[in-house]
């Protein structure tokens, strides 16, 4: 059983820190991608960064600069540090993982986020 674990949300202040974190555990394999996404009220899914299992990085034009993506291969878990946070930053934050194993792509349960003014 593959199961991804999300912890870390919250809520802050505007100009506040967060740090997510997202635990894969199961017969997932090596994944070679990770990632963020999130979700705000009325609005669709946005991807917020990606990391490889090589270290290589991409981020949303909206979090550059204020969030940093990393990675733990040995524990197969992913984390988001935000910094600098805004109240349009406010969402759900889904963890995703794309594997070779069956069903290929793993989505975390979404943890909220809130920032306030």
């Known amino acids: 059983q593959v199961q991804l674990v999300e912890s870390g949300g919250g809520l802050v202040q505007a100009g506040g820190s967060l740090r997510l974190s997202c635990a894969a555990s199961?017969?997932?394999?090596?994944?070679?991608?990770m990632g963020w996404y999130r979700q705000a009220p009325g609005k669709q899914r946005e991807l917020v960064a990606t990391?490889?299992?090589?270290?290589?990085?991409n981020y949303a034009d909206s979090v550059k600069g204020r969030f940093i993506i990393s990675r733990d291969n040995a524990k197969n878990t992913v984390y988001l540090q935000m910094n600098s946070l805004k109240p349009e930053d406010t969402a759900v934050y889904y963890c995703n993982v794309n594997a070779i194993v069956a069903p290929y792509v793993y989505w975390g349960q979404g943890t909220q986020v809130t920032i306030s003014s």
């Open positions: 990391i490889t299992r090589g270290g290589s990085t």
């Open positions: 199961g017969s997932i394999g090596s994944p070679n991608v």
